[in-house]
């Protein structure tokens, strides 16, 4: 399984030099053909694929349509902050998630 | 009072029938309600190591990110910018997948991930220290996100694995057993009342003949 990136030019300098070869711009994704891109990276044996949070609201549509149809549970995704910081005012999924399942929120 | 079933005949075979099935829903209940409770309970481990991945991700990416802005301002963007394209390899992880109470999660290796300084692939005439920091720094990063993306699955894979059988359990609980509760009493009245009814004629017919003879 490999790993893949998604997101500016920081992440993406920074997560080469660890070794992630398959690592690109959001602008060289988004655009017209963005949701081909997408669907070629899931075809393409991805473990886990990290989206930077803004990245992730850019391409939103995209990466939820082919996260409905993949096969199986890889690849994940997996948003991360970027050099600015962890995005203040989004909604955290995963907190959402907890609180509908567990019925109350866990600090 | 619950609805009862539709195209239920009053009969003593279906009495029996729903009585069956009535048990068989019972049991279910029970098993799914402990499953729940099971799930959850390991809902609340996993979501436990979420959170402790999640804050280590960000401490470590935060760590790395400031020493890539400090390789950026040594060495220039677009120096880095060829580095980084020298670094790079092909990462290859084994996946294999756990059981847990029927929600299959990801187990991810990631013996590889870090790598020696002489490995990276890129001349130290070049470059400098904070680059090989900053190097480390997101190769350290890398292993603590795998583990991050493996508990987020199992947390995903569970979650909706108790909300399948939270609904399950209520509607056994709330739908299927008190409509079959009402079917049974509703069978078993209308059986009382057809017993009162011929009781009944049997009565009358037999003061009719009484009445026939003593003419």
Redesign the interface.
Known sequence: MEIALIGDIHTVHGFRLAGVRKAFLTDEIKGKAAREKIKGLFNDGIGILMVTERGYQELKDELEEANKFKKGIMPIILEIPDVKGPLSDKIDPMRELIKRTVGFEIA | MADILQNVKPTRMELLRLKKRMKLAEKGHKLLKEKRDAL?SE??IV?KK?KDAKTD??KK??G??YN??LS?VLIG?RE??Q???I?????????K?KNIMGV?V?I?KTDS?V?KMSE?GYGFLSTNGK?DD??KD??E??VS??K??EV??S???I?SE??KTKRRVNALEYIVVPRLQATIKHIEMRMEEIERESFLRLKKIKASLQAKKQQ
């Open positions: 959850v809902f609340m979501i979420y991700v960000e990416l935060k790395a990110y890539l802005s950026e963007t880095l910018d580095i980084s394209r670094a790079v390899r092909d990462i290859n992880f084994d996946v997948t299959y990801p991810m991930v790598r990276r680059i900053t190097a997101f190769e990063t890398l996100i795998v991050l993306a987020e699955e947390v995903r894979g979650a108790v909300e």
